[in-house]
């Protein structure tokens, strides 16, 4: 019962805080009794390393420094995880393999606080909440998640407890006293975490942490919080911007009972016009087993707006039309087909002028509006992958990094043509085409870029306090779920948008 002590520990601190303003000195309103200093804190961004990631990570912890600057707390102690601890295949990203090297270099620190390349943080005021607990105790701090059903993606774990195991909110931030960290260290240098996959690595470090109900629950945390800034608020503001902003608010203190320490977006990155309807091949990969059941619902949905799209089946079908591959259908894997679409972008005079290859299950539902919106932040002269990153091995400190097929896997030109040049292939027609793709862009460097927006399962799959903030790009599954209302409730809207936008430009 001690986690579940731990877990109500701190309901005094508030109500859920809506309020965020990073150049305000909230501090005596937090503050608690223990000693808590900035050089007592290690910032730790859990970066990636291709391009826009590094630079929104370069931000955060520029932020970072110049709000120590301008206060006079010194200087900060921030890792950038993809670049301190190994490239971009390392494996970091799913925590496990950094937490000794964290603890090794920062033994003498008291809290190690976590978060994404989006989120910002209030340095004195986090500060100041951390002042309220005992860093000699065993503490995980967090924004609260839980899961609404059991799911596919937590291994249906606590299905007759869901409300009660909850697990951080990455994006607000999440945090680790210097006692809990030690414990875990020590642990996982005496056995061998039990994570062949890592799938959504903020509920295996919960449930590692939890430890089969002998160790510690999360606490919630009120003053971290999501999706309450713009993204406009992420851009850099020179010393005199940030210097007027403290002014304003000493004059103009707020008057919120609830305070939040920490922030992210909601909305979608801007990174400039969205990406031509033109520049995008969708690639839908289906069988004659799904062309009477799931290509209907592609067509009557997002398959209205994507601009070039062609469906690659193992038969000829006129009907739709789809494109014969010449690869049977398999149950499961469907290499052989990927790889064969592969070489038709390559190949295929009528391919050839795209820069982008999007590649998809006939189950899956995605947003082709938001798609064009995200690809904006992209080089596609460039190599690049992007979607839901996977791990495989990771966390026993070998194997590689995957883009989930279910949610979609985007490829620049240049990556599918490095992966195919370099002798990428599949042994068979049934391996697993995600995980073949992973372990050849490990094996030949090819960048791989994680998304949050994208997913591998259904939205009721997911905590609905994660996808309060977030602006998802994709959902994958039509089981036990209408795929055409969860379009309809997700996408629809955007997407109606985008094509009205065009007409009017027409």
């Known amino acids: 019962m001690h986690g579940f002590r731990k877990l109500f520990a701190v309901l005094f601190i508030g109500a859920y805080a809506v309020a965020f303003n990073p150049y305000q000195d909230v501090s005596e309103r937090l503050k608690g009794a223990h000693e808590v200093g900035l050089g007592d804190v290690v910032f730790v961004i859990r970066s990636q390393a291709p391009s826009p990631h590094v630079e929104r990570a370069m931000r955060i912890k520029d932020d970072i420094a110049q709000q120590c600057r301008l206060h006079n707390l010194g200087h900060p102690d921030v890792v950038l995880l993809h670049e301190r601890y190994g490239g971009p295949h390392s494996g970091h990203w799913t925590l496990f393999p950094a937490l000794p090297k964290l603890f090794n270099e920062f033994e003498e620190k008291k809290w190690f606080f976590f978060c994404e390349e989006d989120t910002r943080v209030n340095v004195q005021g986090l500060i100041a909440v951390l002042s309220r607990f005992s860093s000699g105790e065993e503490w995980f701090l967090g924004k609260s998640l839980f899961d609404q059903e059991a799911t596919i993606i937590h291994h249906f774990r606590f299905n007759e407890m869901l409300s009660e195991f909850i697990f951080p909110d990455f994006d607000a931030g999440w945090i680790l006293s210097e006692s809990l960290l030690k414990s875990m260290v020590s642990r996982l240098k005496e056995e061998n975490a039990k994570i062949d996959f890592s799938i959504d690595v903020k509920h295996e470090l919960a449930h590692y942490i939890w430890n089969e109900e002998s160790g510690l629950h ?289």
Request: proline share 8%; glycine share 8%.
């Open 218 to 506: 999360m606490t919630g945390l009120p003053q971290l919080c999501a999706g309450n800034i713009d993204p406009s608020d992420l851009s850099p503001l020179t010393d005199e911007q940030v210097k007027q902003k403290i002014e304003s608010s000493k004059e103009n203190p707020s008057k919120s009972g609830s305070i939040c320490v920490t922030a992210s977006p909601k909305a979608l990155p801007e990174c400039g016009p969205p990406v031509p309807g033109k520049d995008i091949f969708f690639a839908v990969k289906t069988c004659e087993k799904f062309h009477k059941e799931r290509v209907p619902v592609v067509q009557r949905t997002w398959g209205r707006f994507a601009k070039h799209m062609v469906y690659f089946s193992d038969k000829a079908d006129l009907s739709i039309p789809t494109v014969a591959t010449g690869v049977p259908n398999t149950e499961r894997g469907h290499c052989g087909k990927t790889f064969a679409i592969f070489d038709q972008f390559l190949n295929n005079p009528e391919y050839r002028a795209f820069p982008w290859l999007a590649v998809t299950d006939d189950d899956t539902i995605i947003s082709v509006s938001r798609l064009h919106r995200l690809l904006s932040c992209y080089d596609a002269t460039k190599p690049i992958m992007l979607g839901e990153r996977y791990g495989y091995g990771q966390v026993k400190g070998y194997g590689y990094d995957y883009i989930t097929g279910g949610g979609g896997m985007i490829f620049s030109r240049p990556a599918v043509d490095d992966l195919i040049s370099n002798g990428c292939r599949c042994s068979k027609n049934e391996d697993p085409d995600d995980m073949i793709i992973g372990m050849c862009a490990k094996r030949y460097d090819i960048p791989l870029a994680h998304s949050p927006l994208f997913h591998q399962a259904r939205p009721s799959d997911y905590a609905k306090g994660l996808l309060a903030h977030q602006t998802p790009v994709s959902f994958h599954k039509h089981w036990n779920v209408n795929p055409d209302q969860v379009y309809s409730d997700w996408f629809l809207k955007d997407d109606e948008a985008m094509q009205s936008a065009s007409h009017d430009e027409l």
